[in-house]
């Protein structure tokens, strides 16, 4: 359970574009495939309603779910039959301290970020997209297909509260990545992410793709445990 337990902290990196929506228990649902640490493309679900999300990854037999006006953070181990549920703020506190223990506090060469249109255009998975090119003092990173398609709602404001605490404590590491993210805002959603850096001049390579979006109806109980599974509480963290 231990070992599984670190695929949820991964999945909390990637949550940049998530969706509130404003019936209580009305919801959606995003089909998307993620470059893992191995390379491969691996298939992510998350589902969003209210003030509640939740990521599941199906090839991992894992979920997370996060209930911020609950506190709650659940991470569900399928294979196992059982879950642990406690605090989100506490959670945030442990990563947050686990973070400054063992991420060098180096400072990092600021660099000027830029987003240039393209004009290339594409329907995506039936998505209608604009190629948005991502540069770092004229390299170029990235390229995003966005799409003005889907209706982002208060998207702002779900990155805001994840992004809040490790913001603190990680400002300077943390702002290259959001003043990509405000820069790309306009532009809508990426369905589609190629990314420069990792093939060393080799040619862009797929890290994120979005397959489908559907708004529907959620019941609360996906934002509960299974009621079979077992609860297992989570060891003391060491000091």
Known sequence: MRGRILIFCSTIGILFFLFMIESAWSGLVIEEVHQDREGRMVKIIRSYSGHQFRTDHPEAGVSTIIDFEGDRLVMIDHGSRSYVEIKFSLWEREVAERLKRSVP????????????????????????????????????????????????????????????????????????????????????????????????????????????????????????PPPDYQRILPEPSKR
């Open 105 to 224: 506090r180096v400072r990092t060469r600021e660099r000027r970020i830029t987003v240039i249109r393209t004009g290339q255009r594409a329907v995506i998975n039936g998505f209608k997209t604009e190629k948005i090119e991502v540069r770092a003092d004229g390299e170029l990173l990235e390229e995003n297909w966005m799409t003005r398609d889907i209706d982002l709602g208060e998207v702002e404001r779900v990155m805001e509260r994840l992004a809040r605490s490790f913001s603190k404590e990680f400002k300077r590491e943390m702002e290259e990545g959001r003043e990509i993210y405000e820069k790309l805002r306009p532009y809508g959603l990426p369905i589609l992410t190629m990314d420069y850096q990792l093939t060393y001049g080799l040619g862009p390579i797929p890290v994120m793709e979005v397959k489908k979006i559907e708004r529907k109806e959620l019941g609360k109980d996906l934002f509960l």
